[in-house]
């Protein structure tokens, strides 16, 4: 059974509205458009499409045990996740994406095909995980991103 919403909760819900949408419109003037960004902005869009190009899909797959009847088989899951490309061949992407993974597939968006990957170095504390990509010809993923 759902509760009434009081007068007093709905008065203090439309204050908080209406003080959100205050601030943001003094704050809207402030802040820049995207075409009238100067000349040393550039440099910038440089970097931003820089770093779209290092973005890879992270696929993974992970068994889920069923412990209460242990004779079944695991079912096989699938999960992603993002990271991006760093010196080398290796990718940088979170740890709870692949903590506790069967595979690791790669892929950039703009390529078709997805590359097999190693996970590395993994550290729960910060949640960071370091891949390399295991396949023959990664210089496909790798160069072409940097």
């Avoid at 590359?115 to 023959?136: F, G, P, Q």
């Amino acid at each position: 059974m759902r509760r009434p919403i009081l007068r007093s909760q709905l008065r203090f819900s439309l204050r908080s509205c209406v003080a959100f949408l205050v601030c943001f419109a003094a704050a809207a003037p402030v802040l820049p458009a995207f075409d009238a960004l100067s000349a040393d902005s550039a440099a910038e869009r440089e970097n931003v499409e820089a770093a779209n190009r290092a973005v890879v899909k992270v696929s993974v797959t992970y068994f889920v045990f069923d412990y209460e009847s242990p004779w079944n088989a695991p079912a096989v899951r699938a999960a992603s996740g993002t990271g991006f490309i760093i010196d080398g061949n290796r990718i940088i992407t979170n740890a709870h994406v692949v903590s506790s993974s069967n595979t690791v597939r790669v892929q950039r968006p703009s390529q078709r095909r997805d590359y097999e990957a190693r996970v590395t170095h993994i550290a729960h504390d910060c949640d960071l995980a370091m891949l390399t990509v295991a396949d023959r010809d990664n210089d496909a993923v790798i160069d072409s991103a940097l």
